[in-house]
């Protein structure tokens, strides 16, 4: 009877530890981010590298200055996201974190498709990456060689750091502090006259989070309103664009997933003016007709841009932001999402294909996780194909002034960071030496700088 006793008290026990660390705390983790592709009529993605990135601050780290000794490995290489050619990017994904009381977690972001490129604050673990061999340990295994030993093992495996061999970043031991409480750390987070972009996103209601790096040689604390990270990827979104008859006016949006996908924004700009039309929604597996009608309804771009930012702010809510987290996504992105010439269909990725493609984990778990990712589609139009088409032939049959003509009519389609993928849409159908040759060279010409501080690329 003692014995029974004795282990119903203990069962008991084990599963009341069980149940408290898997019970959720009292905060809350809120998530928005944005994926962006490139496609062509036909709909199918385009492998593409901008030819300039969204700026960021200098403080943000990156494989070209990751610390911690750390060094990239697989397919990384210093710089290495202005390098890849892939079909994804994904751009600043933030996480805001909420508590009334101070608190400590840990937040691991893994990536099975991706690399991580940028991050801040500094991160505990960031994959995948490598450390240098111990000095010592490795001057102790070259003594073993030499005296005609082969161990079956080295002395540097043993007291070297080991590396993250997969696709991941992790906090730990972040310190969540109240704003309330700490209003005193606003003039303490870092600034930079750099990645204006970049500080939008901390005019929020957040609490602050403070990241001790994990280096014993050089320790430092580091604060700011969120953890922020971004990347490059190589799967598909799941929305497809489709012409209707070859007319530019009339897209087919089609859903290739098995999730709804929903509030969806089809913006066409051109030349300080433009239109856009919104969807509710696309079930799983059918598609919708959107109808830009040529000519008509066009709006002042300041106009367009103002309605249209109030629109996805809401849609935003929609889905489980607050007001301010909505606001500070649109900021940060109404210069390129809004004001950029080009076609686009702009959209909210389903919850869980979000959970798939970025899994995340917080512990110990928050009361209430929201992610809210926004697809990007940019499509290079027909019309577009062509224009470059003829200004490619032209700079490869002209002479001296007719290829200055084909780099200035070029400047002006203003194709900025999706240039690269537009020529690469061209080629694809003219595959020939000569021909990519010059387009290469038109692409050169085209972006470099022009006089006022900015390539093509970043206007």
């Given at each position: ?9 203990l069962a008991a026990a084990q599963w009341s530890v069980l149940a408290g660390n898997d019970s959720p705390e009292d905060y809350v983790a809120h998530e928005w981010g944005t994926f962006t592709s490139v496609q062509g009529a036909d709909g199918v993605l385009i492998p593409w590298n901008p030819l300039e990135t969204t700026k960021l601050p200098k403080f943000v780290y990156d494989w070209s200055k990751p610390g911690q000794d750390r060094l990239p490995a697989g397919v990384l290489n210093p710089g290495s996201k202005s390098a890849l050619v892939t079909l994804q990017r994904m751009e600043t994904p933030v996480i805001y974190l909420y508590s009334d ?359």
């Amino acid at each position: 009877m003692k014995t029974t006793f004795l282990s119903f008290i203990l069962a008991a026990a084990q599963w009341s530890v069980l149940a408290g660390n898997d019970s959720p705390e009292d905060y809350v983790a809120h998530e928005w981010g944005t994926f962006t592709s490139v496609q062509g009529a036909d709909g199918v993605l385009i492998p593409w590298n901008p030819l300039e990135t969204t700026k960021l601050p200098k403080f943000v780290y990156d494989w070209s200055k990751p610390g911690q000794d750390r060094l990239p490995a697989g397919v990384l290489n210093p710089g290495s996201k202005s390098a890849l050619v892939t079909l994804q990017r994904m751009e600043t994904p933030v996480i805001y974190l909420y508590s009334d009381t101070e608190r400590t977690i840990d937040v691991t972001v893994r990536f099975p498709q991706g690399l991580i490129t940028e991050w801040y604050p500094q991160a505990h673990d960031i994959g995948p990456s490598a450390f240098p061999p111990n000095k010592l340990a490795t001057a102790l295994d070259g003594l073993v060689r030499k005296t005609g030993a082969q161990p079956r093992f080295t002395i540097a495996s043993l007291f070297g750091r080991k590396g993250i061999p997969d696709s991941r970043i992790q906090w730990k031991s972040i310190r969540v502090l109240p704003t309330s409480r700490h209003a005193n750390l606003a003039a303490v987070i870092p600034t930079d006259t750099s990645g204006i972009h970049y500080f939008a996103a901390r005019k929020t209601d957040a609490a602050f989070v403070r990241v001790k790096t994990p280096d014993k040689a050089a320790p430092a604390t580091e604060h700011e309103k969120f953890l922020f990270y971004r990347g490059v990827a190589n799967f598909k979104t799941p929305l497809q664009i489709t012409f209707t008859s070859g007319n530019e006016t009339n897209l087919f949006l089609r859903n290739t997933g098995t999730d709804e996908l929903k509030h969806l924004f089809v913006l066409a700009i051109r030349q300080g003016q433009g239109k856009f039309i919104y969807e509710d929604r696309v079930p799983s597996g059918q598609h919708v007709y959107a109808g830009l009608k040529s000519g008509e309804d066009l709006l002042p771009l300041g106009e367009l841009a103002a309605r249209i930012s109030e629109r996805m702010s809401a849609a935003l809510q929609q889905e489980g932001l607050y007001r301010r987290e909505a606001d500070a996504m649109v900021k940060t992105w109404r210069e390129s999402w809004f004001e950029e010439d080009g076609l686009r269909v702009l959209y909210v990725l389903p919850r869980a294909w979000t959970d798939e493609a970025l899994p995340l984990t917080l512990q110990p778990r928050p009361r209430e996780v929201v992610r809210a990712m926004v697809g990007r589609a940019e499509i290079i139009a027909p019309s577009t194909e062509w224009q470059l088409l003829k200004q490619i032939v032209h700079y490869s049959d002209g002479d001296a002034d007719e290829r200055r003509q084909a780099v200035n009519r070029t400047r002006q389609m203003n194709l900025g960071r999706f240039f690269q993928p537009a020529v690469q849409l061209v080629l694809g159908s003219h595959p020939n030496r000569e021909f990519s040759q010059a387009a290469w060279e038109l692409l050169q010409a085209a972006t470099k700088n022009d006089g006022d501080g900015r390539t093509l690329a970043a206007k």
